[in-house]
């Protein structure tokens, strides 16, 4: 049966000068970055306490991992039920350790079973030191700190993951993303919006002292509006990390949740690879605010995916997640957002993209009108089932019933 109905889709899609093979070719060499933080709602492993750094992660769904055994086999269903091969997205506080080090004296070694992990795995490892959740991360701020020790301290810990960045991409064979964001920001007025940006360029200018070949190691700075409890001023503004990134040959990073909400971040992803030979994304989604709920497969995931197919930036877009919902089944979060960024990246390719832009450039606004509402309802989802079926996943919600059966098995029993 879903044989003939991917049969039929794929000619109708060829009539419309889409080749559906193609597409799917495509897709299935994309790797996309899932986040390890949605497993244990950005918790880690130092027991520091609560989260901070104006993100917050809420509801209160049982079967938490709490241990890094249990994240690994959290991660193992939920790569059971996601098509294709993909990344994972560390933080430096999911290091696996029993000495527990300070922050600033992290190294390679502390990341062992991670890399084992991958490496038995196929899977790639991406990146980012924690400047949150932490006693000199306390009152807001780190590399901005006019605390000459706290602001070292902070420039200490990127140095040093950096270095764990390095030895991933060394070990899997796979390009590491070293991400820096810093929760950095002000509550009310300030009263001086310069200081702590010349301590940030400064602090950033000692990181990236330490060159690494670029094979095993990137960075990418990630830049936000304003967080929880740091309303009035973010040290790491839009403007501050794209011209640092353009003078200094970073990557920026956009969180789709980072910017105002009429904003849209699928248009930026034209200009910034027009000046860029690369960029980041984090893929959330905001509700009202920069919620991090469960990426669905909306207009505006729809929208990134087109500019970045479109630009033909496929290998040139670094794509990760960054959502953390308490709310739900962890593992389903997961699924559920991954298969909706991959979704979203076949929905792209199926448009006929050379054939809309010359309509524009001629002018036909009726039929480009036309044609990107009468796409909207194609026989996509044969595509995508064939595209799950093809990767040994589970075809539409069947995977459901793998989460509730693992629900009984061993979330249940935490
Ligand atoms: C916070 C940023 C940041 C974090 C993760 C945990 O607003 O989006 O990327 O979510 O590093
Ligand atoms: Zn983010």
Known sequence: MSEQFYDYTKEIYAAAGVDTEKALDELAKLRISMHCWQGDDVGGYENTGALSGGITATGNYPGKAVTPEQLMRDMDKAFELIPGKHKINLHAIYAITDSRPERDALEPRHFEKWVEFAKERGLGLDVNPTLFSHPYAAD???????????????????????????????????????????????????????????????????????????????????????????????????????????????????????????????DKIPSMLLFNEKIALHVTRGVRWDSDHVVTFDDGIRDIAKEIVRCNALSRVMIGLDYFDASINRVAAWVIGMRNMQKALLYALLLPHDGMKKLQ????????????????????????????????????????????????IELGKR
């Open 140 to 266: 807001g701020l780190t590399l901005s700190h006019p605390d000459e020790k706290i602001r070292k301290y902070w420039v200490r810990h990127c140095k040093a993951m950096r270095k764990v960045g390095e030895y991933f991409g060394k070990e899997t064979g796979i390009t590491c993303l070293n991400n820096i964001w810093i929760p950095d920001g002000l509550k009310d007025v300030p009263g001086d919006r310069m200081g702590p940006r010349i301590r940030l360029k400064e602090s950033l200018d000692e990181i990236f002292e330490d060159k690494y070949d670029e094979k095993y190691l990137v960075d990418s700075i990630e830049s936000k509006l304003f967080g929880i409890g740091l309303e009035s001023y973010t040290v790491g503004s839009h403007e501050f990390y794209m011209n640092y990134a353009a003078k200094n040959g970073k990557m920026c990073l956009l969180d789709n949740g980072h910017f105002h909400p009429l904003e849209s971040v699928a």
């Open 361 to 408: 450039d001629e002018g036909n606004f009726t039929k480009l009108l036309a044609l990107n509402e009468e796409f909207k309802t194609y026989p996509f989802g044969a595509v995508w089932d064939r595209f799950c079926e093809r990767s040994g996943t589970p075809v539409r919600e069947e995977w459901l019933a793998e989460i509730e059966n693992y629900e009984k």
